[in-house]
């Protein structure tokens, strides 16, 4: 059994993060026989799979550098350093600090799942090729990051992938979820009486225009997503759930959501989750979900693997990029910047009432491009497909 250094944005109350997370280790567990696990988080949290968190790093550290002595120190003793998802490489700084750790590390150095750019600079480009030269194995998880990948390091071990998010379709309890839409004939007076039927619409929306101070687009955005829903509730008698995927003190979700139930006439039933650190609970709640509304990516995700009928509002490049690779229905996407209120609606009351298109990939195709993250020289993709049975 080896030990992992899991290297990545995590334990900072980011439901998508903890999610890249938990599927990181899962497969580490599953397919690189890892047992022991040390976390880059300054926080302490629970997870499936990896249990007790323990803090690695501090928000407010006690002497410089002492953040980084403790991430050197993690790569050095750790058997397998895993950069495990998300958009990481873009900062010259960063991606060269990740470059000294994979130096310290005596095992597999892995990015897995991992996007590439945008690059902030031409300095962080030259970092990218020299981290891409010096991993042992990089699994990108969109064909633009692959297509510069191999532009950058054409020598370097690069395969398309996927996003590690699916591998969370290994774990027994979402394994054991329905996830079949079920007819609602009736509106219940108490949108949260029933568990076996779905019921409601989840929005969870991102706040990127307050990190520039553009409250105008933001405040625009919201009233239009309120007067859809309203109209929708109105029709349908559909509950309305909003999901904080960020609970960071300042730059959560908590304040526009906040803002957006504000914006709802109170005669329709708004039911707020604060943010929550484990993403198998989240995607349980989707799964008795008829619809969502996705500004966050990993909501846009979380909505996928939940097989609930998902619109985005992309904001992002990434956004786009996923919606591109499960082949989401043109009509299921919108603009974040520029909201076409009636097509929203249209979409919604035609999809509650006669159904939803679904996405053109598979949940068994994708969990098989996400296992390739972890299809090293080891063992195959037939094998690692058996170890799902």
Known sequence: ??????????????????????????????????????????STFKLPVLGHIDRLIREKQLFRGQNRLHQYGAAWKNDHLIFGGGSVLHCARDIRHMRHLCSLNQGMSLALGVGLGPFKNAAAERECKKFLERCDFIGLRDKHSYRVAKELAPNAHTELTFDLAPML?????LKAMPSALHPVSTVSQNPEESTNKRRGIAVALCPVERFKGDFAAETHRLKALARSLALVHALTGEPIYLFDFNGHKSLGDSAVHKQLKQLIPSKVPVIYYHYQSNPVAIIEKFKRMRAVIAMRLHAAVFGYLASTPTLTLSYHSKCDGWNDQIALPENHRFDAFA?????LQKVL???????????????????QKSLKNFCLDQFSMEEALCLQH
């Open 1 to 42: 059994m080896s030990k992992a250094f899991l290297y990545g944005y995590y334990g900072m109350h980011n439901a998508g993060d903890n999610a890249l997370l938990l599927a990181a280790a899962w497969g580490a567990r599953h397919y690189l026989h890892t047992e022991d696990f040390t976390v880059n988080s300054p």
């Open 169 to 173: 379709l290994s774990i027994p309890s």
């Open 339 to 343: 909201i076409n209120e009636m097509k």
């Open 349 to 367: 009351l035609d999809g509650l009432s006669e159904g939803f298109a679904k996405p053109g990939l598979t949940h068994s195709r994708a969990l």
